[in-house]
């Protein structure tokens, strides 16, 4: 039986954002190893890093939501705080981080445009209005009749999309990657694979690039496929999957140069497994032509040799 999350506010949502807040917790005693393909700012960190970064972000989001349902705003004004809302949790969540550590208390720059997360003001909407307040044309199903599930990846994805823009702003607030490395071990909050300071400026390298790749190639073809990844966080590790939603007015956002990445994507889809086909076809022709040749050549052979035998 598929449960559906609460469409309108009241005793219900308040159960289903606690059961959410819960869920998450109890989730956290699992492995928080990466098993995407893609680099996270976060594998920088230890396992037991993760948990205590985790467990804080819970608690300040937890803080945060109850926060904005007492100061009793609309759907809309909840929009367009969505980023003033997002920088001080995360300004939150890396002095608490941080004063775990080293029990210094200081004031950090704080820069969350490493990547939007596209479902930070749904899943706000979904946990303090319900989901009535959801465009019908957004998901793929009918607001009213909103899975719980649905509601739950977006709450992890969120909290896992918190830790990894947090552990960013961490690294930029540090002169050199050289008093970073320090630091990290110093304070034995980093992972083993990322103990050198080599493999922490081969690890930031691949993050920068892994970025410019998604700024100009795959965001353009996430938006126009409507096809978006999430990250989950499963009893293997943290896992990646899709996740649909329909924004046609991203797409017209676009500049014009990733309009063109887009536009020679989409004729390298379309021309490249045409041109793999002919390709194969011409490689079994050249093989075929080549066995026959070889057989016809041994043949020969073979007459030759015994035509001067019976000489």
């Given at each position: 039986m598929i449960k559906y999350w609460p469409n309108k506010q009241g005793i219900n949502l308040n159960n289903c954002?606690?059961?959410?807040?819960?869920?998450?917790?109890?989730?956290?005693?699992?492995?928080?190893?990466?098993?995407?393909?893609?680099y996270l700012y976060i594998d920088i960190l230890s396992n037991t890093s993760k948990n205590k970064l985790f467990y804080i972000i819970l608690n300040e989001f937890r803080q945060l939501i109850l926060d904005l349902i007492e100061l009793n705003l609309d759907?809309?004004?909840?929009?367009?705080?969505?980023?003033?809302?997002?920088?001080?949790?995360?300004?939150?969540?890396?002095?608490?981080?941080m004063l775990t550590i080293n029990?210094?208390?200081?004031?950090?720059?704080?820069?969350?445009?490493?990547?939007?997360?596209?479902?930070?003001?749904?899943?706000?909407?979904?946990?303090?209005?319900?989901?009535?307040?959801?465009?019908?044309n957004l998901f793929l199903f009918d607001p009213m009749y909103t899975p719980y599930k649905h509601v739950q990846i977006l709450f992890e994805n969120f909290i896992i999309y918190i830790s990894n823009i947090t552990i960013y702003n961490l690294i930029n607030n540090f002169i050199s990657s050289?008093?970073?490395?320090?630091?990290?071990?110093?304070?034995q909050i980093c992972h083993k694979s990322y103990i050198s300071y080599r493999s922490i400026i081969f690890f930031?390298?691949?993050?920068?690039w892994q970025n410019l790749l998604f700024k100009?190639?795959?965001?353009?073809?996430?938006?126009y496929n409507e096809r978006?990844?999430?990250?989950?966080?499963?009893?293997?590790?943290?896992?990646?999957?899709?996740?649909?939603?329909?924004?046609?007015?991203?797409?017209?956002?676009l500049n014009k140069l990733k309009i063109l990445i887009l536009f020679w994507l989409e004729i390298k889809d379309i021309t490249i497994p045409k041109v793999e086909k002919f390709l194969?076809?011409?490689?079994?022709?050249?093989?075929?032509?080549?066995?026959?040749?070889?057989s016809n050549i041994i043949i020969i052979i073979i007459r030759l040799i015994i035509f001067y035998l019976n000489q």
């Open positions: 954002v606690v059961d959410l807040f819960l869920s998450i917790e109890n989730k956290l005693i699992y492995n928080l190893c990466n098993k995407t393909n893609t759907p809309e004004d909840l929009v367009s705080l969505k980023k003033h809302t997002t920088q001080t949790l995360i300004s939150k969540v890396l002095t608490n981080f029990n210094e208390k200081k004031a950090y720059l704080i820069n969350n445009k490493l990547k939007e997360n596209v479902f930070t003001d749904h899943l706000l909407i979904y946990l303090i209005f319900g989901s009535s307040n959801i465009d019908k050289e008093e970073l490395s320090k630091v990290l071990n110093n304070k930031l390298n691949n993050l920068r100009y190639i795959y965001k353009p073809k996430n938006i978006y990844k999430i990250l989950l966080i499963s009893k293997n590790g943290i896992i990646g999957k899709k996740i649909y939603i329909h924004q046609v007015g991203e797409l017209i956002k194969v076809q011409i490689v079994k022709y050249i093989i075929y032509i080549s066995i026959n040749l070889f």
